[in-house]
Structures are given as C-alpha cells and as structure tokens.
C-alpha cells in the first residue's frame, strides 16, 4: 500500500516538476530582459547589459531552475553576444588558478575515497570517543568536522551518513529504559550534516564557498591568502561550532540518556576488523595526504629557506595530485601491480560542474567590477554609518539567513565583490567583511535546501522541519557571535 501512494506521487510529480523547472526558466528570463529593456538604474548600455546578464544568472541560482554549472558557462555566450568582453578574456577566468587549487583538493580527496582511508579514520575516531548515546554523537561530530577539511562537505555527509544509520540500527537492537532513541536519531543526523558544513570552514579548500572568495581576493588585490593564516584563523571557529553543536543537541535540546553498552563497541570493532590492517595504497595515500598538508602549512618556511623555487597553494595541490596519479599503489589483491593510487577513470566521480561554476561566478564578478556597479553598490552601502565590528555582524547575519534560501557558493559569488567595495569605502581590510560573509554562508542550518549536507540527511526520515530550524536558529545566532568576534579581534594578528 505504501509502494503504491509512492509510485502514485512519483507519477504525479514527473510532469510538474517537468513544467515547473519550464515556468522558474522563463521567470528568470522575463526580469532579465525586464531589467535589459527597462534600466531601472539609469546605467550605460554595457553596465545595464552585465546587469541583465546577472538578474537572469543568479535568479536561475535562486530558483533552481537549471544545473549550477549549465549557468556558470552563460557568459562564454552573453559576454561576447552583447558586447560585454571578448571571449578570450571571458574565458580566461575559468582558468583561474584557484580552480586548480581545488582540482587538486578534490584529487586528493578521491584517492582517500577510494581506498576507504575515510571510513577507517572516522571509525578510529568513533571508538575512542566511546559508546554512550552522547559519546557516539561526539564521535560523529568529531570524525566528520576533521574529515571535512579535506573532503567536500557534500562527500564527507555521504560517506558518514550509511555508518550513522548503521550505528543507529544496532543501538536500537538493545533498548534501555528511559533512554530516548528518536532525539539520539535525530541528533546523530544533525550532527553529520553540521559537523560537515562547520568542518569545511576550516581549511581553504574544506568547502566551495572558500575557495570562492580567495580566487576572487586574490584576482582583485592581487594579495595572497596562505593556506596556514586561514587555518590560522579559521580552525578555532570551527571547533567552537563543532564543541557549540555537541552542547545544544545532546546537553540541551535533545537528551537521548543512553548509557554505553557493548553491542555498540562490538559493532564498530566488527567495522574496523573488517578493514584489516593498514593497506599499502592506504600508506601511499596518507604519505601524500601529509606531505601536501605539510607544505601547504609550511610553504612560507620553505619559501624562505631557498630561492629555487616558490611555492604557492595551487602548485602544492598540483604537485600532491600528480603524485597521485604517478606513485603504484603497490598491491592489489595479493598480487604486485604498478597500477596507480589514482587512475583518470576515477576522476569520472569528480564534481567538474564545481570548477566550471567558479569559473562563470569569476567571470561574473569581473564583469560588474569592470563597469564600475561594485564600486557603485560599495559606495552606497558604506553609507551606512556604523562601526567596523557592527558591519562584520551585520554581514554575518545577512549571509547566513540569506544562505538559507541561496546556494552558498552562489550567493559567496555575488556578494565577494559588493563587501569588498564597502570595505575599501570605509577604509578597512577588506578580509574584515570578506572572510565572515564567506563562513556565514557555509553555516546555514535551519533548512534542507540551505546546504547539501542538510538535504541528505534531512531525507533519512529521522528529522522532522520543526526539529531542524529549531537547532539551526540556535546554531545560526552561535555562529554569527563567534564569527564576528573572532574576526575582529584574532583577525589583525594574524592577517596584519
């Protein structure tokens, strides 16, 4: 009866949503040529051009209507059309270097996949954290905030989420009294879509929205952001909001009382034998994993000792995902092969629409800048008359209720260069307002749709909506208070 109403729903939705994606598409369309024909805001030709061009890309972000990527590529073929920049120049931005930096990144984060290095660290990490309802959740919390860094979010959410339903299972086989098993459900979930949203923050490449902003800082003040001074900066907020997360869910807002029992700790034993020891590829892809790590933390140590050379982050994570591709992963089986750690077919379960959507965002930004609208924008919000530590709260805020509705790294694309131009209007370091916009928008938790994370486990059917804002408003406001301070007073010592 129930795989009937399913079918019958999925019946009806096919056409719909067909049609509905055809109705958001011409939406988009209508304000942009509106815009176009209209010019509202009295501007030349180019400049209400590279505004139409925007209202039609980030209302079809908005809405969904399209692919990210499929609309990142729209000014390869609306730049040149209407006169707004060359194609040689439009496609210069979708080689940026910081698109490599991420490639790199995302190399490395598919050789840990691939040889299951994720799933033994997380289990490690579980085990010592303990087996009482609260510990498990720590462990959660901890495993996927550290792995994070390293992975995507939305790849981090994935391989967590079939062990937390796993654990789940086998804490629900031996039922204790006055224990509450739907809060330590609810929270489990919440803590892997979290924990993998918060954990990203802490590294330039942890999550799409960083990566975002540093190409666009660095292409507008040609100023390098090192890969040590955002972590630096960055890692003590996200372990506050990591340690913030485990208090509001299981000291607070959802109790489960569940004591540690054994079937928990033989369970994720089982898990753990199951993986044996420690594989060769496994060795090889850690070696690499903490040689790269290493010279992205200490590149300006070795870029001081010598002057053959000099390092930057991008060519850190080049160098770390050709070594990949170059070192055997030693054997297979049993047997002795030089197949590589990594092979190009694995790359086919890379996220490449990634690269192409910072490219367009790049490309797009550019365009705004060159005919002078960010600078415009810049000048009338820097208007408003309040303090620096008031206007990096109020950027915090409207990025991370704004990111709610608004894909992160879209929204990161649009608003990188207007919070540049009130910072250089009000005459401070533009990092001031840039770096808390970033974050904020990767904190977003009351909704599913507000990160990828949340929309997976939002469909475990272990969460109900009411469950999810009301944790994510508690986060949220955590989040832009630790946000601001420590961007305004940790901050100028870091950065200067």
């Known amino acids: 009866m129930d795989s009937g109403h399913g079918n019958m729903m999925e019946a009806d939705s096919k056409p719909w949503n067909k049609y509905q994606n055809l109705i958001l598409i011409g939406v988009a369309v209508f304000l942009s040529l509106g815009c176009w024909l209209t010019d509202p805001l009295d501007l030349d030709s180019r400049a209400n051009a590279v505004v139409s061009v925007a209202v039609l890309m980030v209302s079809l972000w908005v809405m969904d209507a399209l692919p990210m990527p499929v609309v990142a590529i729209l000014p390869l073929v609306l730049f040149p059309l209407l006169g707004i920049s060359s194609l040689e120049k439009t496609a210069g931005s979708y080689a940026n270097p910081v698109i490599y930096l991420f490639f790199g990144g995302f190399m490395l984060g598919l050789a840990i996949e691939k040889w299951h290095l994720h799933r033994r660290i997380a289990l490690h990490i579980i085990r010592a954290t303990g087996t009482s309802g609260d510990r498990i959740v720590l462990g959660f919390i901890l495993a996927t905030g550290l792995i994070s860094m390293w992975l995507s979010n939305t790849a981090t959410t994935m391989m967590m989420y079939p062990i937390a339903l796993s654990v789940i299972s086998v804490i629900a086989r031996n039922p204790q009294q006055n224990s509450n098993y739907p809060y330590f459900n609810l929270s489990i979930m919440l803590a892997i879509a979290y924990a993998s949203n918060i954990g990203g923050i802490a590294t330039i490449i942890g999550t799409p929205p960083n990566v975002a902003y540093i190409g666009y800082f660095r292409s507008k003040y040609q100023t390098d952001i090192d890969f040590m001074s955002w972590m630096a900066l960055c890692l003590p907020i996200s372990l506050l909001l990591l340690g913030s997360l485990y208090l509001v869910m299981v000291k607070w807002l959802y109790p489960s009382r569940i004591r540690a029992d054994q079937s ?46 000099k390092l930057d982050d991008t060519i850190i994570a080049l160098i770390g995902a050709i070594l990949l591709f170059l070192v055997p992963s030693g054997s297979d089986t049993g047997k002795k092969t030089f197949r590589p750690l990594l092979e190009w077919e694995d790359t086919s379960r890379m996220a490449w629409g990634i690269l192409l959507l910072f490219g367009g965002g790049i490309s797009l930004a550019q365009a705004l800048e060159d005919v002078g609208l960010i600078s415009q924008l810049g000048s009338w919000l820097g208007n408003i008359r309040s303090s620096p530590v008031a206007m990096i709260f109020l950027i915090s805020i409207l990025s991370i209720f704004i990111s709610e509705v608004m894909s992160n790294v879209a929204q990161v694309i649009v608003f990188a260069p207007v919070v540049s131009s009130v910072a250089d209007n009000m005459g401070i370091d533009p990092l001031l307002l840039g770096i808390p916009m970033t974050l904020a928008a990767s904190c977003a938790g009351m909704l599913p749709m507000g990160t990828p994370p949340n929309a997976i486990v939002f469909g475990s059917n272990h969460i109900k909506m009411k469950d999810m804002v009301r944790v994510g408003l508690v986060m949220n406001l955590i989040a832009v208070v630790v946000i601001t301070m420590f961007v305004w007073l940790v901050k100028p010592m870091i950065f200067g």
């Open 264 to 309: 928990s700790s033989l369970y994720i034993s089982q898990e753990l034998d199951s993986l044996g020891r420690l594989t060769t590829p496994e060795r090889r892809v850690l070696v690499i994993f903490i040689l790269t790590a290493g010279m992205w933390i200490f590149r300006a140590l070795i870029n001081d000792a010598q002057t053959w050379f």
